[in-house]
């Protein structure tokens, strides 16, 4: 179920007689997290000691990516403008999970202080959707948490790039970093497709 309020999730898995999938709602987005986490792995062969970095709004992405960080043992340290972080509730689960791997993970307001040394480099969307009417604020917010070049010379030098898509080149991605060679997003697009598989060969597993 692709919803907007993750109340009708909730809902939906609490009546339903089979499994629900989250396919976004406006809290967590984990169908785009698995396909992200396998992309890592992809790129990068582990995830123990590497450092994931997402900048830009605290939203659904965000928090899927810190739950996955947390549970897999990757270091995660996310950027927002004040106002825009990961609810304290949503933060306390992250760190409830950082705890079992041994991950760090680091909230802060300044983006080169959780660039710095990432292994990834990840950013979406200022506006998620049903916040269209916030866009034109958000656009004056948010421009010093772009991924430009400047952004991303401060990643270690074999750093990814990921963006879950649709991107708005200009915004919180520049067309250089979208299509430079550190760019993975049409990896990651597709690997959405192979993660999601997995999960419903795991969801009819667990049905048997
Ligand atoms: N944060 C975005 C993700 C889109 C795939 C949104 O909710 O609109």
């Known amino acids: 179920a692709r919803v907007f309020s993750h109340h009708d999730v909730v809902e939906l898995a609490k009546y339903a007689s089979v499994p629900v999938i989250n396919g976004l709602s406006e809290f967590s987005h984990p169908c785009q997290g698995m396909a992200d986490f396998l992309t890592i792995l992809e790129h990068k062969g582990s995830f123990e000691g590497r450092k994931l970095t997402y900048l830009g709004d605290g939203n659904n992405v965000a928090t899927s990516l810190l739950f996955g960080?947390?549970?897999?043992?990757?270091?995660?340290?996310?950027?927002?403008?004040?106002?825009?972080?990961?609810?304290?509730?949503?933060?306390?689960?992250?760190?409830?999970?950082?705890?079992?791997?041994?991950?760090?993970?680091?909230?802060?307001?300044?983006?080169?202080?959780?660039?710095?040394?990432?292994?990834?480099?990840?950013?979406?969307?200022?506006?998620?959707?049903?916040?269209?009417?916030?866009?034109?604020?958000?656009?004056?917010?948010?421009?010093?948490?772009?991924?430009?070049?400047?952004?991303?010379?401060?990643?270690?030098?074999?750093?990814?790039?990921?963006?879950?898509?649709?991107?708005?080149?200009?915004?919180?991605?520049?067309?250089?970093?979208?299509?430079?060679?550190?760019?993975?997003?049409f990896d990651q697009a597709e690997n959405r497709l192979h993660a999601q598989k997995a999960i419903l060969v795991w969801v009819l597993d667990a049905l048997k």
């Open 69 to 185: 960080a947390a549970l897999l043992g990757m270091d995660f340290a996310i950027a927002t403008p004040r106002g825009y972080g990961l609810h304290p509730a949503t933060w306390a689960i992250g760190e409830r999970l950082a705890a079992l791997t041994g991950a760090t993970i680091a909230a802060t307001h300044d983006p080169v202080e959780a660039v710095t040394g990432a292994d990834v480099v990840y950013t979406d969307t200022w506006t998620s959707m049903g916040q269209e009417e916030e866009a034109q604020k958000r656009r004056q917010i948010f421009p010093p948490y772009r991924v430009d070049d400047a952004c991303l010379r401060l990643a270690k030098d074999d750093a990814i790039v990921m963006h879950c898509l649709p991107a708005h080149r200009g915004e919180e991605i520049t067309d250089a970093v979208a299509d430079g060679p550190h760019s993975v997003l």
